[in-house]
């Protein structure tokens, strides 16, 4: 079940990601003709550009942890044996899993702030950085399902 759960995931995952960065290519290509052609611009553009820019980080950030793809500490892995590193991925995986959390929690106390003091005008764009906190969850969620789910054959640290 928590495979399944994990595939469905990841391929939600792909299709913000790529829905994301669609966006991020049309609106970017809108404001330079705007720009550049009728010498006026979008400001809402901007600024939901930056935020998707967020989105395809956080999605793309999620795809590399589910394919062990995500940047580890290599330093380690010169230093430590291969038989102490099989007994040390699942704690690792556990901490990374933790620290993404407490991220995702940091996050989200940001993001009641940004939400009690946005303008009124502004709001709106307020419930784009719940990205933020969703995506250090996100990947806490993958470190948590790797751990749960770890292969015998383990990936090298």
């Not at 942890?65 to 699942?90: F, G």
């Amino acid at each position: 079940m928590l495979a399944s759960f994990k595939q469905f995931l990841v391929r939600l995952e792909t299709f913000i990601a790529a829905v994301s960065l669609s966006f991020l290519l049309l609106f970017a290509v809108i404001q330079i003709i705007a720009r550049n052609v009728f010498e006026t611009g979008f400001p809402v553009l901007d600024v939901i550009s930056r935020h998707l820019v967020l989105f395809v980080t956080f999605m793309g950030a999620a795809l590399a942890t589910e394919y062990n793809k995500h940047i580890k500490i290599d330093v380690l892995a010169n230093i430590i044996s291969e038989k102490t590193q099989k007994k040390c991925y699942r704690p690792f995986l556990g901490v990374s899993a933790l620290v993404c959390f407490i991220l995702g929690w940091y996050a989200g106390l940001f993001w009641l702030d940004e939400w009690k003091y946005a303008p009124i005008n502004e709001q709106w764009s307020v419930y784009l950085a719940l990205i933020l906190p969703g995506g250090f969850f996100l990947l806490g969620l993958h470190f948590i399902l790797l751990t749960l789910l770890a292969r015998k054959n383990y990936i090298h640290l």
